[in-house]
């Protein structure tokens, strides 16, 4: 269209790993300037009582979008982790003069369940649940002249989407968290998809960098889930305690079946795993479970299968309240009992300063520590014994490299990651790419 433009203007995202994800993309014309948002994501507190009255440093801003006259006219979200959806409250709460009349949020049934359960939590009677639309996959959304199109991409929660965004002829795609190899045929159902968005052509791809520091190609969850069943089976007579991130549901369902099936007691102990758990039965994932609280502990069965909260040894989830003694008749036995950390350590400064005590703390009280091959620890255990117990939701720089192959985007924007794993992408674009290694609030002309 004569006269008009279309930017990127990142909201945040660019500055650490996942922290307050959220891409505007603006289009301009005849002194208008419309815009949807890809993610509005939050900065994740330190600990699971700190979640309530954050401050305005946790959001992304959009004061200046008011100065400029912008209208907002939906949000896509891609998936359901709070760094992606945690800003939806923040942001209708402070920003709804930017919201067109139509505006409305989608995502996947998973997503929105996330959004209403954990970010609303139900019951507070503002909850504008009627804007919240749940989106199939390949339905076409029309928001004014966007034209927006969601798509499945594997990654580490149920409901994950990559977004394709058309307007004024320009071609925006966004694959959110994701990684090549999943289950069955998906991996091929995906790359077909990006195939033949690079056929109709991409004017700018925004690729996740969470892994641009690790060579060869993200392995697909079966390959943890069965490393952590086998430890399982292997500790018949242990009470076992499995330590993962809270909306791995694949990973989590396919333990409580595996032990349900060697007729052992499961449990989920902690706030945010009961709280996802909640959410896949209500999208039909139905599986056997009891939460326990904190009077139920002296009364665990010694053969039980415990999944906690905890594994970046936040203050105030499961395991830290265990080694500090605040779970009354908690008692460990270091003859039988076994500890699995199932999860990588997320590189932050202070997670990076709390997990390896927990590890150490962990170590003395069990007979055996399993622990993922990313833990941090500041010496190795004696009794710790590293494994598979993990995989990333990220694709790394031989997926990244696939991907660019066959969508050949005009700009390749590196976002979810810092500086430096942002400009280690720029050795994968191919020829005819150009990297724009975008600051946020930047305005980046497609």
Request: charged content about 25%.
């Amino acid at each position: 269209m004569a006269g008009s433009r279309v930017y990127i203007d990142p909201r945040g995202g660019l500055q650490n790993v996942g922290e307050r994800n959220c891409y505007a993309i603006v289009f301009e014309h005849d002194g208008i300037k419309e815009a949807i948002l890809l993610d509005c994501g939050q900065k994740i507190p330190s600990g699971e009582s700190d979640r309530d009255n954050l401050g305005p440093e946790y959001f992304p801003n959009f004061d200046d979008l008011i100065k400029q006259g912008i209208r907002v006219r939906a949000i896509f979200i891609s998936h359901g982790h709070i760094d992606h959806v945690g800003g939806v409250k923040w942001f209708l709460e402070n920003y709804s003069s930017l919201c067109s009349d139509d505006f409305r949020v989608y995502g996947s049934a998973f997503t929105l369940g996330v959004l209403r359960k954990i970010v609303y939590k139900y019951d507070e009677p503002q909850s504008p649940l009627w804007k919240f639309v749940t989106l199939q996959t390949g339905t076409v959304v029309r928001k004014g002249l966007f034209s927006a199109q969601m798509f499945p991409v594997n990654h580490s929660i149920p409901g994950a989407m990559g977004i394709h965004v058309s307007v004024a002829g320009k071609n925006i795609l966004y694959l959110g968290d994701w990684k090549r190899r999943g289950p069955g045929d998906s991996e091929a159902v995906f790359m077909d998809k990006m195939e033949r968005y690079g056929v109709d052509g991409v004017d700018a791809l925004l690729l996740d960098s969470t892994n641009a520091d690790e060579d060869g190609a993200t392995l697909s969850e079966e390959v943890a889930t069965s490393a952590i069943i086998e430890t399982i089976n292997r500790h018949n007579n242990a009470r076992v305690l499995i330590a993962t991130f809270s909306s791995h549901m694949h990973r989590i369902t396919a333990i409580v079946e595996a032990a349900r099936r060697a007729n052992r007691p499961v449990f989920l102990a902690g706030r945010s795993l009961i709280n996802y758990s909640y959410i896949a039965q209500l999208q039909g994932v139905h599986f056997f479970r009891r939460d326990i609280n904190d009077d139920y502990y002296p009364l665990l069965p010694s053969n039980a299968v415990i999944l906690c909260t905890g594994v970046q040894a936040e203050p105030h989830s499961f395991l830290p309240r265990m080694l500090a003694g605040e779970i009354y008749g908690m008692a460990w036995n270091k003859e039988r009992d076994v500890v699995i950390i199932a999860a990588s350590t997320i590189p932050k400064e202070d997670i990076l300063a709390r997990v390896p005590k927990m590890i150490g703390e962990l170590s003395k009280i069990v007979q055996t520590i399993y622990l993922a091959r990313d833990v941090v620890t500041d010496e190795e255990p004696e009794n710790a014994i590293r494994g598979m117990y993990h995989v990333s939701g990220h694709g790394m720089r031989d997926d990244s490299a696939a991907v660019l192959k066959v969508v050949r985007p005009r700009l390749l924007i590196p976002v979810h990651g810092d500086a430096q794993r942002r400009a280690l992408m720029q050795s994968l674009a191919p020829h005819g790419t150009t990297t724009v290694l975008a600051s946020e609030r930047q305005e980046v002309e497609i």
